[in-house]
């Protein structure tokens, strides 16, 4: 495309923006890349699906978080489903990260066969390189501090366990240091 038609599309784009960004782009970025210093996720190219079943949890309280049940609390379905289908459908410009401590790589890709009950590859739901996979959130390009804290909310029961309530399971298996190189 013609530098011209590259603008008008972002112009596009930035019009079909529900509202409620300008609250989501002061912690999700504007462009919903995240914030790593601070451990916010990306929401970009992440499933409308998912988006939209992550905020509807965090309204009914069943996924807790001091920052996002206020912010969720007072949208419409209607404006669920725009937020959620508007950052599935922005780019994703990042990649999995290539330096992956090994055994954090050994877990991501091949999962654990010992510890009291075998822990499935991340790479097994999320997608290879975890670039997501159905129901299953992207995980490449997030930061680790977000992905740590989310494991320990499954460990504790705070965040709903997912599909099957699998990601509950999983986390209980992980120590601490294997949280850490995971994520």
Known sequence: LAPA????GAVLLAAAAPPQVNTCAACH???GLGNKAAGYPALAGQSARYLYWQ???FQRGSRKSLIMQPI???LSKADISALAHYYASLPVPVAADKQLADPGKKLAV???AYRPAATPACDFCHGA????SGPFPRLAGQPAAYLANQIKAWQRGTRPA???GLMGH???QLSAQQIQEVS
């Open 55 to 57: 905020l509807i949890d």
């Open 162 to 164: 997912g599909p099957l």
């Open 29 to 31: 970025g504007a462009a």
């Open 72 to 74: 969720a609390k007072p």
């Open 129 to 132: 390189g975890g670039t997501g």
């Open 5 to 8: 038609a590259m603008a008008a």
């Open 110 to 112: 091949d999962g654990a």
């Open 170 to 172: 999983v986390a209980r």
